[in-house]
């Protein structure tokens, strides 16, 4: 049975959640490691230099928060890339998405999804370059490489 308790416990805690999401996201989007020129939070700095392939992604040379747009499958597609790393040299490409979930599986299926639209979208402005795509789980600071491929 279903109480008037039980549902404003559950909004509560949805928006606790998306009120944490956005204030991580804020928080990540001014990191910059650069040696000495490093800024940002420096609580998530550290814990960001603790994983070497996380570290590319908070260069001064990565993007944040790229606004992309497109059609996919004649359906009008608008997104945010949390971050972009874009190589020319090596025609790769990297994107790091931010989530805050606890457990990594309850909306996988949601985030490949994401990811694949984000593919999709960066693979009509390089069409010659690799793409891969990632998540930084927040709540542990694990980078985990998704196995995507644009729809």
Wanted: net charge positive.
């Amino acid at each position: 049975m279903t109480t008037l308790h039980n549902i404003l416990s559950a909004r509560d805690s949805a928006m606790h959640a998306t009120a944490h999401g956005t204030q991580m996201h804020g928080r990540l989007q001014h990191i910059i490691i650069d040696g000495p020129n490093t800024r940002g939070d420096s609580g998530l700095v550290q814990l960001i230099q603790r994983n070497p392939d996380l570290v590319p992604f908070f260069a001064p040379n990565s993007r944040v928060e790229v606004p992309i747009a497109g059609t996919i499958n004649n359906r009008f597609i608008s997104r945010r890339i949390d971050r972009l790393c874009v190589d020319d040299d090596t025609k790769s490409i990297s994107i790091l998405d931010y989530k805050t979930d606890i457990n990594h599986n309850t909306f996988r299926d949601k985030y490949i999804i994401q990811l694949r639209e984000y593919m999709t979208l960066l693979r009509t402005l390089y069409p010659d370059y690799k793409i891969s795509a990632y998540i930084l789980w927040t709540h542990d600071f694990s980078l985990e490489k998704l196995p995507v491929k644009p729809l």
